[in-house]
Structure formats: C-alpha cells, structure tokens
C-alpha cells in the first residue's frame, strides 16, 4: 500500500460554455494520511452527475465552488484502507463524496451509509438506490405529488432521475410520458421501463407530439431540463400543475442570455392564471425522508418493480470525456465510473 | 319600487392595453323579477379589483370572460329587496357578487354571508374583511409562511391585498418592507400601517435601495404587481423564499412581449439554485380557511390590530374611470364605488 499513489483529476480552468478536457487535469500525489476520526477510502465507483457543471464555475450555486486546482468533487462506492474512526474498519464497503480520485481521506463522520455487498449492487447507491433516485422520490414526494389518473411528464427520461420519476409515478397510477433523445433510449423508456408515452425531443414537430400524447393536460412536470421540452411543457399545463424543478441540463453550458422576446411576464402570468407550483429543490432539502427512501427503494428493486440501467466508464482518466458528453445527452442510463479494483 | 329601473354597466369593446371608457356602456333596464329560489339586490357598494382586467380579455384566465354586451362582473354589497329564498328577507344587507349595477336577480344560494350593520362597516367585506383581505391571510398562512424574524417584501403596500400582508406578517414576527407608488402612500404605509420601512418603486436607484432595506435577503415576496419590482427583488431572494403570486398588475395592460433577452432560463436558474416556491393562487384555492378568516380577521379589526384605508367613488357611472385609473395606481387604499342609497 505505501508504494500506491492517488491519481486525481483536479479543476484546471473554469470552462466558459461547454467544458472541454482541457479544464481538467490528472495529477500523481502520494497517499495521503488519516488522523483521529478520519479513514483512508480506495475509491471504486465514481457517479457523473449534471450538477457538477455548476461547481465547476465560480457563481453561487448550490454549494460552494470548486477551487481551481481542487479536485472535482463527486459521490463515490469505497473501500475503507485504513481507519481511525470506531464506526468504520477496513474492507468496509461504503457510500462517500471522496471525489474525482482513486483515494481519499475523509472524515468517518461524512461518510453516508455502509453498504451490503451480497445485497444490491453497490454501484446501485449511486444511482437509483442513491441520490439521483432519492431525487426522484423526493420531488414527487412532496412536490410533484401525482394523483391516480393524472399525466405525469418528465424529461431526460432514460436518465437516473428520469427514469425513476417516471417508474415511481407509475406505481403510485399516474399516467406517464417520458422525453428522451433518439430512437434507442426512447425505446428503452417504453419498452423496459414501461412508461405509457416515450417521444423523441429532436423529432420534427415534438411540441405538437407532445400534445398529443397529453390529450388531458399536464399535472406533473418533473423539470431536470429546460430549454425546449419546457418550452412545449407550458401550454399544456393543467391548473394546479405542479413543476419539481431539480435540473436545467440544457442551460448548464449557456454563456449568455438566450435571445427575446423577454418571456419572464408571460411565465408569471401562467403560474397566476393556471394556479401552478413551480418549486426548486435538491435532495437533500428532504432529507429526513432518506431511511424510508433506502428501504422502500430497496424492496422495489429487489422486487423488480423499478428498473435501471447503467452506463459504465471503466478508468478514472476517462471520466472528463465521460462527463463532457453527459452535458448534451452523450449517455444512457446511470453514469459510471469503475475506478479499478 | 315598480318605477325604478337597473343601471347597468356592460362591457361595450375588448380593450387594446389599458382600457378606456368606450370600452364601457352604460345602460337603462327595467328592474329584473325574481322567480323562486331568488333574491331581488339593490346595490350599495361595488368593489372594483385588478382582476377584472383579465375578465375583459377573451382569453383564458381564472375564470371565463365577461361577454360583449354583458355586465361587468364585480363583488357587492346589496340589499335584498324582495326574497323568494327562504334565508333571505327584505333589508338584509349581504356579500354578494352582483356586478357592476344598480340591481340584480340572483340566487339565493349565490349569496356569501349576511352582513350586521351594527357590526364593522360592511364595506369591509369588500376589502380588508373580504376578498382582498382573505387573499393576503391566504396566501401568507398557505404559501408565504413568514416565520418570526424572516423578511417579508410586498409591492402595492398601499392597496388592500398588500396593507393587509404586511400587518398580518407583522402580527407574526416578520420584518416588513412595503413597496408603494409616490410620497403620501409611502408615508401611510410607513407611519399608518406600522410596516419597518417603506420605499417608493419610482425613486431613483430602487433596486439599490430596496437591496438596503432587506440586508438580510428576502424570504417571502407576496407578488401582486411584477414588473419592474419583481425584478429588483429576484437577486435578493434567499435560499427557500417563497413567492406567492395573486396578481401582476403591471402587466394586465401589455399588449405585446416585452424585449429580450429572454429571462426564463434565468429564472429558472434562480428558482433551482435558491430552492425557491413560486406559486400561482386565488383565494377561492384555500376556501376552507374563510370562516376562521372572517373570524379572525373580524377580531384583529375590532381590536385595531389591522388598519385599512378606503378610497371610495361615489356613484356608479365613475367606476369605469375609477377602475382604469386603478391599473396604474390611481387610487389610494381599497377602490370602493358607492351606489347610492
């Protein structure tokens, strides 16, 4: 172990736009060293998420930004090497936010849960059993609150979050039309995850489409996007509509305004006369519904209930290629890096 | 009472932007018969509103629009004349929505409550004690939920809906800054409203003087007007504000899309990375709080906890100008029309 070194990708310049792997940059430290309450994690899975285009700029976001030369944060699977912390002993596997890198120290106290190796797939905590889908839960959960019967729209929908909003709000009777980008994932939502409705944004006519599959109006629009699919999404909101807005993917890269008219009064106009509820969150906003989350989305998953699908990168190198395309649609299902064993 | 006749206002032309009188007519008509189940008002009071702007659109809007040739629509405060319903007999003063005209027919189960005379004055169940007042409790108690210490921005401070949101987040421990239009409102909404600091939308440098008067952000903004006060509010709104949105004054009047650049995706942003709660509502949406309204609104009133302020027109044939003069802040408090004895 002495003679391992962490590779790390580090934040190299701030992208303007779209990132290119120019803005990152690998770099060789040696291990570094835990002291009391802290454990030393290999990392094994690394989750690629849209969000991290937002800490990549030096704005206000959700969180602080990352540091020019920092490390890239991200939620990992990993391995506790050594530990300094009673909670915690070697081979434990666990869910951690140790970052773009082979090895991390952080404190035993950050580290969320341990997890079962003979139980789901670990990667799945990443995903579906993890953040993306607890977003998914949460947001319908308390905002989007589909009824029996009502149409439920949701973009990005062979994606974590997607995916599972719309797999979620199945079960619970709701009517559900899933977005996504060509012929292959539209498939996918329709025929492996079951959504009644699967239509291809880049589709000739797709506001006119959209419609169509939404004879009775919009109740839910679960908004991961922006851009276009919101822009078809408006007219056919019901009253008393409700917008869980977790992710605008399709303006992450935007340098500047889009061009006028200025449609910020026609917007308010529509949530007045139509009665909607337009709320922005992250999961963590409900985190006190996390246990419920982990146990009722683990029996849906070994009951077959909810599916995923995961698109794995193998090597830590690749994981700015991996991330830059994420940012327009470049993968399907869950993105994943596998670090190495 | 065989002599009298129904003087009626109807709208005579859909108004291009802001109205104009010939968007008007006034009418003689011999005075509607009653059948049974009915009830025969003589008007006394006729509560003109921003919302009736949208009622003279063809569009959809809350509810359908008032037709050409038919009377404006409008909430009173009448005299049963002559009763074929059982509840009601002749002299009752009662909450009606009688429109704007001398008299009408309607249904006995029409009728919203019985009005005491001897009780507060009963044009207050026009304004503070009625609709525009149950709008601002509503919406505080629903969607804004000021807690003890947070900041509470409301535009059109001097106006019913506003006066009236910020003296009920007073009561519960808010600090409040109202927004109004010219010196004497700013001045009554100051020193006779009791909200901690009043400004003036048309000075010079608003949006650098509403930012120094919410030094800790803004939690709640109860949003009735838009425009440029919404505008100058959004940077300042804090992680989980909540935006109640009742009306848009500012823009009932626009007759075509403001220039760009095209804001949403701003917006959107915003309400994403700040958590924000933008919702759309009217005070029917929470109907189930009127009675405990009426009730303690009643209570706050008559222990002079809530103060008001009428703006009252006398005559019928003035509502018109009264009412155009209303969409850009001509009026000064709660716009009554007094009918006449």
Not at 77 to 89: I, R, T
Not at 173 to 190: C, E, L, Q, Y
Not at 245 to 251: F, I, K, R, Y
Not at 312 to 335: R, S
Request: charged letters at 20%.
């Amino acid at each position: 172990m002495a003679s391992e070194r962490n590779t790390r990708i580090v934040l190299a310049s701030r992208p303007e736009g779209a990132p290119t792997p120019a803005d990152f940059r690998i770099e060789h430290a040696p291990l570094p060293t835990p002291r009391n309450g802290q454990v030393l994690l290999r990392n094994r899975w690394l989750s690629l998420d849209p969000y991290m285009r937002g800490r990549m700029n030096a704005g206000r976001s959700y969180a602080a930004p990352v540091e020019l030369g920092e490390v890239m944060d991200g939620g990992t699977v990993s391995e506790v090497v050594q530990s300094l912390h009673p909670a915690w002993s070697p081979g434990d596997l666990v869910l951690a936010h140790a970052g773009w890198q082979t090895h991390a120290v952080v404190d035993g106290e950050s580290l969320r849960r341990k997890l079962d190796p003979a139980g789901l797939p670990v990667q799945t905590a990443l995903g579906v059993h993890g953040m993306p889908g607890f977003t998914a839960y949460a947001g319908l959960r308390e905002i989007g609150k589909p009824q029996h019967g009502e149409t439920v729209v949701v973009a990005a929908a062979s994606g974590p979050v997607g995916a599972t909003v719309g797999q979620i709000a199945k079960l619970q009777g709701a009517r559900v039309v899933g977005i996504a980008g060509g012929p292959d994932k539209v498939s996918h939502v329709r025929d492996d995850l079951g959504f009644d409705v699967a239509l291809d944004h880049r589709a000739d006519d797709f506001a006119g489409r959209l419609a169509a599959a939404c004879p009775d109006g919009i109740d839910v629009y679960f908004e991961n996007v922006g851009g276009a699919v919101f822009d078809a999404v408006l007219p056919l909101l019901n009253d008393f509509a409700r917008i869980p807005v977790c992710g605008l993917v399709a303006h992450y890269n935007d340098t500047a305004p889009r061009n006028g008219p200025d449609r910020v009064p026609q917007l308010m106009s529509l949530i007045l006369t139509r009665h909607l509820t337009v709320r922005g969150f992250i999961q963590r906003d409900f985190i006190a519904l996390y246990p419920e989350f982990v146990r009722e989305m683990g029996q849906w998953l070994r009951e077959g209930r909810i599916r995923y699908r995961e698109d794995v990168v193998e090597g830590l190198v690749h994981a700015p290629e991996a991330f830059i395309g994420m940012l327009t649609g470049g993968n399907f299902g869950k993105l994943l890096v596998k670090i190495g064993d």
